[in-house]
T-cell receptor, first 117, second 113 residues
Framework: GESVGLHLPTLSVQEGDNSIINCAYSNSASDYFIWYKQESGKGPQFIIDIRSNMDKRQGQRVTVLLNKTVKHLSLQIAATQPGDSAVYFCAEMGNRGGGGSNYKLTFGKGTLLTVNP | NAGVMQNPRHLVRRRGQEARLRCSPMKGHSHVYWYRQLPEEGLKFMVYLQKENIIDESGMPKERFSAEFPKEGPSILRIQQVVRGDSAAYFC???????????FGPGTRLTVT
């Protein structure tokens, strides 16, 4: 069945270091991928997204890499700060350009990022 | 420009009672999605609604759960005769169009005692 999963449940880094959070997906029809940040007691907050026709996308301090060959997604956070401490989820959505369930987000289990000062 | 609003933020119900969760989408958004999150897990899709229509309820249990998004007012997720297994965080998201970025609310944390 369709699933989105993460390699590591926890990641601890020192302030100022770069963080890399990985995600594997199994649905080859996935067209759109999103990374969310969820702080304790809050809802998921959009960080960055990428479509399947791209390999890399950069935002402010964050970069998402997509490897469709091995169905792998990663989130890189540069110069990690204490405020980056949260659970990070990858999510995928089906074919946004077509029909079917192109609105349903499928979430991975999450990685807890802890930034040590 | 207010974001997605959910209330209550915390809800405690005894087994057998009813729970009503409310979601007001962002202004201009007519698409609403409900997700459930169990402790230390990712969010799971429950239902997708547009104004006055249920588009996809495939992720919602067939018994005891219902959702609506009336022409006027917030979207409501209703859980009848709650059981302990219903304890979870319930998140609502909204989007301006069908296959567009979804903005999440702060969630309602339901505890069934």
């Amino acid at each position: 069945g369709e699933s989105v999963g993460l390699h590591l449940p926890t990641l601890s880094v020192q302030e100022g270091d770069n963080s890399i959070i990985n995600c594997a997906y199994s649905n080859s029809a996935s067209d759109y991928f999103i990374w969310y940040k969820q702080e304790s007691g809050k809802g998921p907050q959009f960080i960055i997204d990428i479509r399947s026709n791209m390999d890399k996308r950069q935002g402010q301090r964050v970069t998402v890499l997509l490897n469709k060959t091995v169905k792998h997604l990663s989130l890189q956070i540069a110069a990690t700060q204490p405020g980056d401490s949260a659970v990070y989820f990858c999510a995928e959505m089906g074919n946004r350009g077509g029909g079917g369930s192109n609105y349903k987000l499928t979430f991975g289990k999450g990685t807890l990022l802890t930034v040590n000062p | 420009n207010a974001g997605v609003m959910q209330n209550p933020r915390h809800l405690v119900r005894r087994r057998g009672q009813e729970a009503r969760l409310r979601c007001s989408p962002m202004k201009g958004h007519s698409h609403v999605y409900w997700y459930r999150q169990l402790p230390e897990e990712g969010l799971k899709f429950m239902v997708y609604l547009q104004k006055e229509n249920i588009i996809d309820e495939s992720g919602m249990p067939k018994e005891r759960f219902s959702a609506e998004f009336p022409k006027e007012g917030p979207s409501i997720l209703r859980i009848q005769q709650v059981v302990r297994g219903d304890s979870a965080a319930y998140f609502c998201a909204s989007s301006p169009y069908r296959a567009d970025e979804q903005y999440f609310g702060p969630g309602t944390r339901l505890t069934v005692t």
